[in-house]
């Protein structure tokens, strides 16, 4: 079965600066997606960011990207010039034959 | 709809009463998810359907859960006999197939008093 791991409970970054979230997951399948999702305190799940696996380019979206590194099974998030708004629960995920949650990030943005 | 819609927002209910959530998917979604998710914020995958069928049920704690998705109605999930554990927010998600994302509904908060 496929596992996704976020090491990172909470995180916390200073307005503007750039902040780096960790996910790494483990599965057998070679053709999938990954993705980050924003939860904010309205509980909303909101998609940031998603990857192909067949890519090799890593996606990027605004001020969010990702490290996205396959032989390593690695999916890190970095947003740049963080902002207030951008507090919130972060969640990487994984779809393939299964659709698969880490336990999530708590970022705090300090003004 | 554009968006998946999940109704009622908040639902209260003392220990032992019945729950039942409603969920609309995306129009064209073929795939719908339900997801619990407690206080400590992880996601718990209940069950999923393709159209009508159930696709994945690993996840159903089966002796007070049950879920339907009907033609031309919205999708239900149904707690029999709640307790104070099933107290959570619960997620409906559509998608086209699976593999692409999924999208979220807002949500029903669910309080077993």
């Known amino acids: 079965a496929q596992t996704v791991t976020q090491s990172q409970p909470e995180m916390s970054v200073q307005e503007a600066e750039t902040v780096t979230l960790s996910c790494t997951y483990d599965t057998s399948e070679s053709d999938y997606y990954l993705f980050w999702y924003k939860q904010p305190p309205s509980r909303q799940m909101i998609l940031v960011i998603r990857?192909?696996?067949?890519?090799?380019q890593n996606a990027t979206e605004n001020r969010f990207s990702v490290n996205f590194q396959k032989a390593a099974k690695s999916f890190s998030l970095k947003i740049s010039d963080s902002q207030l708004g951008d507090a919130a629960m972060y969640f990487c995920?994984?779809?393939?034959?299964?659709?698969?949650f880490g336990p999530g990030t708590r970022l705090s943005v300090l003004p | 709809g554009e968006e998946v819609a999940q109704t009622p927002k908040h639902l209260v209910r003392g220990e032992g009463q019945k729950a039942k959530l409603y969920c609309a998917p995306i129009?064209?979604?073929?795939?719908v998810f339900w997801y619990q998710q407690v206080l400590k914020n992880e996601f718990k995958f209940l069950i999923s359907f393709q159209n009508e069928n159930v696709f994945d049920e690993t996840g159903m704690p089966k002796e007070r859960f049950s879920a339907k998705c009907l033609p031309n109605s919205p999708c239900s999930l149904e707690i029999q006999a709640t307790k104070l554990e099933d107290s959570a927010v619960y997620f409906c998600?559509?998608?086209?197939?699976?593999?692409?994302?999924?999208?979220f509904g807002p949500g029903t908060r669910l309080t077993v008093l």
């Open positions: 129009k064209g979604h073929s795939y």
């Open positions: 995920a994984y779809s393939g034959q299964n659709f698969v």
């Open positions: 998600a559509s998608s086209q197939r699976t593999g692409p994302e999924q999208f």
């Open positions: 990857q192909e696996a067949y890519k090799q």
